[in-house]
């Protein structure tokens, strides 16, 4: 049996209110690894994401081989980020595109 189909979504709100610093903190403990790319979202001071959001859509196609009880699956989504900071606003983020396949066995 091969099923198609197709899938569309919306996330907001999982980075607000999270404060980025430039200081050096050591991974670990609760703190996450430093990263020089996300630090200069703020142009290296310390900043505050005000809002963030991803829109998604995508198509997929699933194939079921009974004969070997394995389900072979692709999917395509395109991901369309957004994030506001307290010290630049609006962030100029660029979409992008995932491919995913695999199979799955049961037994």
């Known amino acids: 049996m091969t099923t198609l ?5 919306s996330g907001h709100g999982y980075g607000s209110g999270t404060t980025i610093s ?3 903190v050591s991974a670990g403990a609760g703190n996450p690894p430093n990263n020089a790319n996300f630090t ?4 290296n001071v310390t900043c505050t994401i005000t809002s963030d959001s991803i829109d998604y859509y995508g198509l997929g196609v ?7 009880a394995m389900t072979l699956y692709l999917g395509w989504r395109h991901f369309d980020p957004k ?5 630049n606003g609006a962030i100029p983020l660029s979409s992008f595109d995932t491919v995913i ?3 799955r066995i049961l037994f």
Request: proline share 0%.
């Open 40 to 43: 200069s979202l703020c142009n």
């Open 62 to 68: 699933t194939q079921k081989v009974d004969s070997a």
């Open 5 to 9: 189909y197709g899938e569309y979504g």
């Open 83 to 87: 994030v506001s900071t307290s010290t």
């Open 22 to 24: 430039t200081a050096a």
């Open 101 to 103: 396949g695999g199979a």
